[in-house]
């Protein structure tokens, strides 16, 4: 079956301009998940949907950063004034329910000029 | 204690070799556990799941210890395309989430 899908795949924005992400979970997955991942780091935990419920946003690094996931399936990252700390992969998952496995998009690779 | 830890290595082996790794974490009360691989550039994929006392999958063995917390991936008969980062994944405090340790490299070379 279809897996999780991300676009864009790769996105060059200049320093300042607003970004948006998109993730399409695998149907009928309930939990969605964004995670960034810089250059030879490890996983960086953003924000977590789960069904209705209020997102755990815990995770995001400013106020600059944003997300919605509209009626339960697609989800939208928006990073707003673009910062070149914001460089790097920013990847979604999905799972069946909350810390059940979980299953991962292929990324969008975002560079901050 | 953090709540994922793992030896970053690298590892290097020779193919056919065995290589085990190992991972703590600190919530005892988890009661599941992953590990993921991750290619060079490419998505975390999950290699396997951890309920019990352990798993094994052909080559690839994973241990809980739930006394020590830790748990272990042994990879017997080492293949090149083993190459990856292994990431050991364990269920934050709230259950909520799932931590992502920052991973083990492995090198197989033949």
């Known amino acids: 079956g279809a897996g999780v899908s991300q676009s864009p795949s790769n996105k060059v924005t200049e320093k300042g301009k607003d970004v948006e992400l998109r993730c399409d979970p695998i149907?009928?997955?309930?939990?969605l998940y964004w995670y960034r991942q810089s250059l030879g780091q490890g996983l960086e935990f953003l924000i977590y949907?789960?069904?209705?419920?209020?997102?755990?946003k815990s995770g995001l690094p400013s106020d600059r950063f944003s997300a919605e996931r509209t009626g339960g399936s697609v989800s939208t990252l928006t990073i707003q004034r673009t910062q070149q700390e914001d460089s790097a992969v920013y990847l979604c998952?999905?799972?069946?329910?909350?810390?059940?496995?979980?299953?991962f998009g292929p990324g969008t690779r975002l560079t901050v000029t | 204690r953090k709540e994922v830890e793992q030896d970053p290595g690298p590892f290097n082996v020779p193919e056919g070799a065995t290589v085990a790794f190992n991972c703590t974490y600190s919530?005892?009360?988890?009661?599941?556990f992953f590990w993921y691989r991750q290619d060079c550039r490419k998505e975390p994929k999950l290699l396997m799941s951890?309920?019990?006392s352990g798993n094994e999958d052909g080559r690839f063995t994973a241990q809980l210890n739930r006394a020590s917390q830790y748990i272990s991936l042994l990879i017997r008969d080492s293949k090149l395309s083993d190459s990856a980062t292994y990431l050991c994944?364990?269920?934050?405090?709230?259950?909520?989430?799932?931590?992502f340790g920052k991973g083990t490299t492995l090198s197989v070379s033949s």
């Open positions: 994944v364990v269920p934050n405090q709230a259950g909520t989430a799932l931590i």
């Open positions: 998952a999905s799972s069946f329910d909350r810390a059940y496995e979980q299953y």
């Open positions: 919530n005892s009360a988890s009661q599941s």
């Open positions: 949907f789960q069904g209705n419920s209020a997102p755990d």
């Open positions: 951890v309920y019990s």
């Open positions: 149907s009928g997955h309930t939990a």
